[in-house]
């Protein structure tokens, strides 16, 4: 059993930056951070295998804003966001799985789940 800790989330302005952490735990095989908008389903943002060389997957809409990270001595998986959005407001919450699952951005290849993080945006 992994449980996972979101922290970081807040309110920011159109073009802001806030940095979201993830302490997992117990081991992973791969972690990811999803988010979800009201009366919507959960859908993947980054996605990373904690250990190995291939890189992270990122949805088309947060490619070359969102970075994501981890710290393998510390169990944390980060997601760095940059020229925020009022459209990537939303409850973010970080995923983590024991496998290697081949798409890392698919809400069903993760067991476990934190609790959430409100981020929001303002014009």
Do not use: H
Request: contains cysteine; hydrophobic residues 30%; aromatic residues 12%.
């Amino acid at each position: 059993q992994v449980q996972l800790l979101e922290s970081g989330g807040g309110s920011v302005q159109t073009g802001g930056s806030l940095r979201l952490s993830c302490a997992a735990s117990g081991s992973t095989g791969s972690m990811a951070w999803f988010r979800q908008y009201p009366g919507k389903e959960r859908e993947g943002v980054a996605g990373m295998y904690t250990y190995g060389d291939v890189g992270p997957t990122y949805a088309d809409s947060v490619k070359g804003r969102f970075n994501i990270s981890q710290d393998n001595g510390k169990n944390t998986l980060y997601l760095q966001m940059n020229s925020l959005k009022p459209e990537d407001t939303a409850m973010y919450y970080c995923a983590a799985s024991p496998f290697r699952p081949t798409s890392l951005l698919r809400r069903a290849m993760y067991d476990y789940w934190g609790q959430g993080t409100q981020v929001t945006v303002s014009s």
